[in-house]
């Protein structure tokens, strides 16, 4: 709201030191009260600024330059343009932070997460409060349409939940009882009862807005360059400016007219519009990366992005799914289903990722109470059903309890069943790979980047099995987590730039040693995004192309913007000290070309990837 205030105060100040000046126009002999008005009025504030900074020893910026040329205008007698100098160069100010402004806004509201209000249940009673309001086990009610103000788990309800502003992912999620659901997300049509999970602090929407609006606090080498190239450049431009002015003036003996060169010179030379434009290009960098489901914590990574060598990935929940299913069922004796039903009882107890998928796929009530001597032993379990020892594990399991079996060639992770010594079959467990990940590794192999590797701590067979169906030719299987950080270590040896790709959690150790850590985010995992450096927030692969080209487009624009302002203003300042440019073209070298630049940068933003 100040900002509002500010902006229409800034405005109602430029229209009327614009009045003032027309009219001076038409009252000749009253034209010095008018400008010298006009001027205080559109002038005081940056008067004081640039007094606060010399006092503080920043003396040389583009305020200052600004300030000493309509300054100098006023000495050698031109003032109107020096009247003239000073408004369009407060509107182009309004203007340019105008429009950094609604890029800024219009960042935040595509991507729509922030929700107002929530429906608080106590008692069974509705009330609306503030989100911030709400506290972790505070049931609360979204109704159809309503964004999911906070992170929660679903008590009571089944819904579809649009996650495209968080994800980038068009496709609805089924949500039910017990399924997590994230702020930012929108309830498409039953009416959910959540369980809070996280304080509007903590949550994941809040997390990505102040990734977002504090993206620009660690700054990429450009723009630091820039930063230092503005405060070099600006005292020598005003030297440079002193040197137009004094030498020539003593040799001619013509003060207005080396004066006046002097000034278009000054006003040409200031560099807001690279001070301006860069940090704003790598914004919306961010900002586009955040739109298309890729979280990015600041524009050192999207640099970084760009010169990336060698990729390694972790398998488990990176290019596979994470989500063990059962792929074949085969039985020795006896039918599928049987065997089934028998795995599934022996794993009742357990929450093993492989219990779950058997107990899923068999997907029907256990009686438990048919179950005894539970026991977890080394490679699997050991039941009793009905008075039979049934043995349920890996192959290491039943060899050792003396079962009579051949060990299966199929390639997964296999549970093998006895009952009271006989082999009865083995059920087949794969993890998925994602439908996205082969085409991924073929798109970055046509980004020039060929060194493509997977660590991973399953077996030899399983590992190189998806490397093979995915493109990747090197792997390394049955490896610990300090095994993947040996890796990436002497990687950073050879002085390769190395990109890990990885769950977030047991990957930590790698992602925060490697040059880039990105991490599969899940639906909002918290761990991720703390761990890494860039967070795919739907677990889809392909991301890691999008937010390449988003940093190349990113990139291009930066060197254009800075390409563009540099010719500009070397042929404005060429000409001014040649005595072929006035006031207005060096307004346009500053002004003019800001203007252009922030627009030309906006383009990341609205291209499509």
Known sequence: MKNKIREHLDFIKLIIAA???????????????????????ISFELIIEVACN???????????????????????????????????YQFGELISDKAVDNSRDDIIKLMNLRSDKATLLVNDKEKEVDPSKVKVDDLILVKPGEKIPLDGVVLDGVSSIDTSSITGESKPRSVEINNKVISGTINMSGTLIIRVTSEYKDSTVSKILNLIENSDKEKSNTERFITKFAKIYTPIVVFLALGIFIIPSIVTKDFSTWGYRSLVFLVTSCPCALVLSIPLAYFSGIGTCSRNGVLVKNSVYLDKL?????????????????????????????????????????????????????KNRYGKEIDQKKVKNYKVVDGGITVTINKDKYIVGNYNLLKKNNVDFEKTKDIGTVVYVSKNGKYLGYILISDKIKASSKKTVSELKKRGIRDLVVLSGDNEDIVKNVCKSVGIQRYSAELLPQDKVTYLNEAKKEKVNVMFVGDGINDAPALLISDLGVSMGGIGSDASIEASDLVIMNDDLSRINKAIDIAKQTKKIVWQNISFVLIIKAIVLITAALGYSNIISAVFADVGVTLITVINTLRIFRKKY
Do not use: W
């Open 19 to 41: 009045v003032l000046f027309i009219i001076s126009f038409f009252f000749p002999r009253c034209s010095l009260i008018f400008i010298f008005v006009a001027y205080i009025i």
């Open 54 to 88: 010399i006092v503080k020893g920043e003396i040389f910026d583009e305020k200052f330059l600004m300030l000493i040329a309509t300054f100098g205008a006023f000495i050698i007698g031109e003032y109107n343009e020096g009247l003239a100098v000073m408004l369009f």
């Open 306 to 358: 760009l010169n990336i060598q060698e990729i390694i990935f972790d398998k488990t929940g990176t290019i596979t799914e994470g989500v063990f299913e059962v792929v074949k069922v085969k039985g020795n004796g006896i039918k599928a289903k049987e065997l089934l039903e028998i795995a599934a009882m022996c794993e009742c107890h357990s929450s093993h990722p492989i219990a779950v998928s058997i």
